[in-house]
């Protein structure tokens, strides 16, 4: 009877564990991960994590030594933005960057012993390029961006197309385009991706293509989200529209490249005569020079 008891106890126990697990596994699995991250938040951090911890700190202190307006943080932000970087810790790193760069050429210079040469430039000198880099380097890289940006989106626009003739709605196209795109073009992908995002949080429509244009600031999205607003509106085709953008995005693409190879050779004058010409001189008649400079001794 005493075996028989254990048994069914046992038995009992099992199939409600079994149960619990069926019909709440969601709720302990929500609970076991509450419990996984608390005991990994008492680790200690590594020592990467320190370091980069501690660089925001200083960053966000550093910052705080050039007072800007409202105004100009916005504009950096939007540039920031056009430039692919969307976090507020970017724009902390490229103010600490300005007042780092520029401090640490001037104890270059300090500790080089430079700045005997010429005391007031060699320290203004320095300080300026310091602080003009960084902008330097976010206007090149929003421009790299762009030329992304114009090289992706005909591909995207033809795939678009094929979406929508196949009976996908606008929202939908767009949605399988940033996915299949993904890997050959990331950059119109996110964009796109992005404006799926804005939709879905409740932004209208119009607005969240409007904002790609902002995060864009190109002639080729304007007239996009021109076509795109204007089907929004009206309700008209966009299929045979997105057609004929795209060819015309790869027409002005292959004029620019035309335009550049047009340029090329009045580019190659200024290395050809300062670097080119005086070698084949030097190996021209150097020997001559050498021959009559033996001949003539006086």
């Known amino acids: ?11 009992f126990f099992l199939a409600a564990s079994g149960l619990l697990l069926v019909f709440y596994r969601e709720t302990m699995g929500g609970r076991v991960s509450v419990i996984i991250e608390t005991d990994r938040d008492d680790e200690p ?11 925001r700190t200083f960053a966000g202190k550093v910052q705080n030594i050039l007072p800007k307006g409202q105004k100009e943080v916005s504009v950096l932000r939007q540039r920031l933005v056009m430039a692919g970087f969307r976090e507020d810790i ?12 520029p401090a640490s050429l001037c104890v ?5 012993g430079l700045y005997h040469l010429q005391p007031f430039w060699m320290f203004a000198g320095p300080a300026i390029v310091g602080y003009m880099v960084p902008d330097y380097w976010l206007t090149h890289r929003i421009k790299k961006r762009q030329n992304v940006l114009s090289r992706g989106l005909p591909d995207a626009l033809d795939f678009m197309v094929v979406c929508l003739e196949a ?26 991706g992005l404006v799926m995002l804005d939709v ?3 932004r209208s429509r119009v607005e969240s ?21 204007q089907a ?11 057609r004929i953008h795209s060819e015309a995005m790869r027409t002005r693409r292959r004029q620019r490249v035309e335009e550049l190879a047009a340029k090329t050779p009045v580019k190659l004058v200024f290395p050809l005569v300062l670097f080119i010409f005086p070698s084949l001189y030097v190996v021209m008649l150097g020997p001559a020079v050498i021959q009559m400079m033996e001949t003539f001794p006086s």
């Open 1 to 11: 009877m005493a075996y028989v008891a254990s048994a069914f106890l046992i038995f």
């Open 108 to 112: 270059i210079v300090a500790v080089t």
């Open 200 to 202: 879905r949080a409740g």
């Open 232 to 242: 929004d509106q009206f309700g008209t085709g966009v299929a045979k529209t997105l």
């Open 167 to 192: 009976g996908l709605s606008l929202d939908q196209a767009v949605v399988r385009t940033s996915d299949e795109l993904f890997d050959g073009h990331p950059v119109v992908a996110e964009e796109l």
């Open 45 to 55: 951090k590594t020592r990467a994590e320190q370091w980069t911890q501690s660089v």
């Open 209 to 229: 293509w409007k904002r790609l244009m902002e995060r864009s600031d190109m002639d080729e999205v304007r007239m996009l989200v021109a076509v795109f607003v």
């Open 90 to 101: 970017h724009l902390t790193y490229y103010n600490a960057l300005k007042v780092v760069l």
